[in-house]
């Protein structure tokens, strides 16, 4: 088994990014670091004692790289332990982490892209967009869009950073769409891959399979997604990254 090298990393800021959903963004400082290099979409592992084991668990960054610092968003699992373990960290207190680690990254050269969460998967996707956006070079010529997946508006995680790019990049299109809208909403409705197929639909004939998607989010968003950009619109498999979190 190969040991790997164990960092430390201090909690320095945290907020509640959904009450009703107990989803919080964490802000963790590397102590034993002066710079954290990885690729944004990269996860770590956290690691922590419990019972005199030792637990382990995957996160995905939600961060661009930045100096000795990288963000999280998760939500509590009821018999989670390490989603309870985080939620309750003070700031100041620490975790075990090694890493990064993980393949689920932007593709080079990039191509148009469609970025694709429902939930805390938006936490690589952060990233992604993030690390495009701090400098032209990276977006330059391509279309990125995001298309977001949740149940209630309450739930729509970190709205006002991606609208704010939006409204800064014109290449960059932002869109939400709800499966248990209220009757208020005044957003989309219905499931993320039916608001990808509309997104596809309207470019020209020629340029539908010229692009790429990244995915992240549960099982069966991911399952359906990929069925309908390969069976429906003729892409192939390695034009869809994705991560699944269950």
């Not at 070079?137 to 704010?164: A, C, E, M, N, W």
Request: glycine share 6%; hydrophobic share 35%.
């Amino acid at each position: 088994m190969i040991e790997r090298t164990l960092h430390t990393a201090r909690l320095v800021q945290q907020e509640w990014l959904s009450q009703s959903s107990e989803t919080k963004h964490l802000v963790f400082a590397i102590e034993d670091m002066e710079r954290f290099d990885f690729a944004a979409g990269q996860f770590i592992s956290l690691v922590a004692p419990r019972d005199g084991k030792t637990i382990t668990r995957a996160y995905s960054l939600a961060s661009a790289p930045r100096n000795n610092e990288f963000d999280l968003c998760l939500n509590r699992v009821e018999e989670g332990f390490f989603s309870n373990f985080l939620c309750d960290m003070k700031e100041g207190e620490t975790v075990k982490f090694h890493g990064p680690h993980g393949t689920f990254v932007l593709r080079n050269p990039l191509r148009d892209s469609i970025l694709i969460a429902t939930g805390t998967g938006i936490a690589p996707i952060r990233g992604f967009v993030q690390w495009l956006f701090a400098d032209d070079s990276r977006h330059q010529g391509r279309q990125i869009h995001l298309v977001y997946g949740t149940r209630y508006p309450v739930d729509i995680y970190y709205k006002d950073y991606f609208d704010l790019v939006a409204h800064d990049f014109p290449n960059f299109h932002y869109l939400i769409t709800l499966s248990r809208a209220p009757d208020d909403w005044k957003g989309e409705r219905g499931y993320v891959q039916d608001q990808v197929r509309k997104i596809i639909m309207a470019r020209p004939e020629s340029e539908r399979t010229n692009m790429d998607a990244y995915v992240c989010g549960l099982n069966d968003m991911i399952s359906a997604t990929r069925k309908m950009l390969k069976e429906e619109l003729g892409w192939e498999r390695k034009q869809i990254v994705y991560e699944r979190y269950d």
